[in-house]
């Protein structure tokens, strides 16, 4: 499957963005699908996935209560709203799609990024 991010843009603090990702090929619905984050100078860090169904999600505690995944199936489109953004969530996005394996979520196809950056 073949991922690609979009939606990232400059947005001053306390602003909102919705990024998306849009999947090719007819087995999204069969995957998990992730988003996480790098900043400048950081390590890739995880944000928040959501089940092949929708019908749950996981956020990173520092998203908790300012971001939403969710997924459109039908669009095989996975979108991450996210508010309150503060200048510590400026990275660069990526989504991925995954699934369960014994030593945790896994993932194995990654989209190209897109640059959120939130000015002070």
């Known amino acids: 499957v073949q991922l690609q991010a979009s939606g990232g843009g400059l947005v001053q603090a306390g602003g909102s963005l919705r990024l998306s990702c849009a999947a090719s090929g007819r087995t999204f619905s069969s995957y998990t699908m992730g988003w996480f984050r790098q900043a400048p100078g950081k390590e890739r860090e995880f944000v928040a996935r959501i089940s092949r169904s929708g019908g749950g999600t996981y956020y990173a505690d520092s998203m908790k209560g300012r971001a939403t995944i969710s997924r459109d199936n039908a669009k095989n489109t996975v979108y991450l709203q996210m508010t309150s953004l503060k200048p510590e969530d400026t990275a660069v996005y990526y989504c991925?799609?995954?699934?369960?394996?014994?030593?945790?979520?896994?993932?194995?196809?990654w989209g190209q990024g897109t640059l959120v950056t939130v000015s002070s």
């Open positions: 991925a799609a995954g699934e369960f394996r014994i030593r945790g979520y896994e993932y194995d196809y």
